[in-house]
């Protein structure tokens, strides 16, 4: 048996592209572990959360909060705002010593709610930074896990067993775990991951309304296909981080817009040695991330 299987009743309240991927390495790294999920919809079948039964991930469906009242770990799956709004429902029906968890981007909220409700002790906040632009537990796979960067975030009462507990599984899973603390790691996040997102997408949409006849979806390729894949994920997961995030993408907002204003003047100038500049300076950030 797995050293970390001292935890075996697992459940899940979202379960789309990263609440399966975890259900399927916890299946993987834990076959005998009792797996189930919340049923959302409650008083009609949920279809993929019976896929994930058919196909073995889940070993159960519930339809009511209480039963996860048997649950060792529970994870919050569901977009950010969700999550939040899922605590206090979820709150009554925690075992004292369960580990609540979750997978959100934004973690200043989660936290704020976690503290209001006297769930800090038990709580390890999680980041698994990976995925897709596909969406849906039907692209999700255990190997999007794999030398990933699994960020922790405790809260300062968190029981030290919880959080060696997350971190076994993180190892266990083939992630490599980083623990930062909440403010940090919103701070890290909107500059590597939030603002990123919504320079895509602006360009998308700056693309699509000069896009009358067509010719700029035919002939986009390369660059910027590249640079706009992940305008392709889930716009309700988006705007939930952007309105958790909202200091922390407002401030890294103003300094790429400072960016973008200083290479406009440099342009306008003809400034070509500022130009080389501004470009060699990018790459060779670029060419030393890992």
């Known amino acids: 048996m797995n050293q970390n299987q001292t935890r075996s009743r697992f459940g899940f309240i979202g379960f789309g592209l990263i609440g399966g991927s975890i259900a399927r390495a916890l299946r993987g790294q834990y076959p005998k572990s009792d797996i189930m999920a919340y049923n959302y919809y409650e008083t009609k079948p949920h279809p993929k959360l019976e896929q994930a039964k058919q196909d073995g991930t889940l070993s159960s469906i519930c339809n009511t909060l209480s039963a996860l009242a048997v ?5 919050l799956c569901a977009p950010v705002i969700t999550n939040v709004a899922y605590l206090k429902k979820l709150a009554p029906y ?3 010593d369960c580990i609540l968890t979750d997978v959100g981007s934004v973690k200043k909220n989660i936290h704020d709610a976690i503290r209001e409700l006297g769930l800090s002790r038990q709580f390890v906040g999680g980041h698994p930074m990976t995925g897709s632009e596909k969406t849906g537990y039907t692209n999700s796979d255990a190997s999007f896990l794999k030398n990933a960067y699994y960020l922790l975030t405790p809260t ?6 919880y959080t ?3 971190k076994q599984f993180v190892h266990d899973v083939g992630s490599i775990c980083m623990v930062l603390d ?14 990123p997102h919504i320079i895509s997408a602006a360009l998308v949409n700056a693309v699509s309304v000069r896009d009358k006849d067509g010719r700029y979806a035919k002939l986009a390729a390369g660059g910027f296909r590249d640079i706009t894949r992940i305008s392709s994920s889930s716009p309700e997961m988006w705007q939930n981080i952007c309105l958790s995030n909202r200091d922390g993408i407002l401030e890294f907002l103003e300094e790429y817009i400072t960016r973008l204003e200083e290479i406009k003047d440099k342009i306008a100038d003809r400034d070509a040695d500022a130009l ?3 470009f060699t300076t ?5 060419d030393s991330i890992l």
């Open 71 to 75: 649950c060792d770990v529970i994870f």
């Open 94 to 96: 925690l075992k004292e």
């Open 156 to 161: 300062k009462e968190t029981l030290t067993e």
């Open 164 to 166: 060696e507990w997350m």
């Open 182 to 195: 909440a403010a940090d790691h919103d701070r890290i996040t909107a500059g590597i991951s939030h603002v």
């Open 276 to 278: 080389t500049d501004f």
């Open 282 to 286: 990018a790459k060779s950030y670029r």
